[in-house]
C-alpha cells in the first residue's frame, strides 16, 4: 500500500500549482484522503479532506475559496488544487489515508506520503 505524492513546485505569489496524490496497492473505498502541510520548523497542519465514497470535500478556513481537492476513483488519485499561493502556503505537502471516519488530525490518519515541497516567493 503506497501513497505517492507529485506536482510541488516554486511559483510566484498569486500562481497556482495542482498537487497529485497516486494510491496504489488496495483499493480506498470507505477511506477518507487528505492533504496536510508542514511549513519549516512548524507542526504538521490540516489542509482538506475527501470521502473517498461520495466525494464530498472539506478544506480548511484558511484555504477556502483558493484550494479545491478531489478525487478520481479510477485512477485513484486524490489531487489539491492551489490557486492564489501566498508565501504562507510555502510547505510540504503529504497525502493521508484513513480508514477511521473523517478527521483534521494527523495522528488519526495512518498511511502517509512521501511530500512534495510547494515554495511561494517573489
Known amino acids: 500500500v503506497q501513497l505517492q505524492a507529485s506536482g510541488g513546485g516554486s511559483v510566484r505569489p498569486g500562481g497556482s500549482l495542482q498537487l497529485s496524490c497516486i494510491a496504489s496497492g488496495r483499493t480506498f473505498r470507505g477511506y477518507n484522503m487528505a492533504w496536510f502541510r508542514q511549513a519549516p520548523g512548524k507542526e504538521r497542519d490540516f489542509v482538506a479532506r475527501?470521502?473517498?465514497?461520495?466525494?464530498?470535500?472539506y478544506v480548511d478556513d484558511s484555504v477556502k475559496g483558493r484550494f479545491t481537492i478531489s478525487r478520481d476513483s479510477v485512477k485513484n488519485t486524490v489531487s489539491l488544487r492551489m490557486t492564489s499561493l501566498q508565501p504562507e502556503d510555502t510547505g510540504v505537502y503529504y497525502c493521508?489515508?484513513?480508514?477511521?471516519?473523517?478527521?483534521?488530525?494527523?495522528?488519526?490518519?495512518?498511511?502517509w506520503g512521501q511530500g512534495t515541497l510547494v515554495t511561494v516567493s517573489s
Open positions: 493521508a489515508a484513513t480508514d477511521g471516519g473523517s478527521s483534521i488530525r494527523s495522528y488519526d490518519y495512518e498511511l
Open positions: 475527501i470521502s473517498w465514497n461520495t466525494g464530498i470535500p
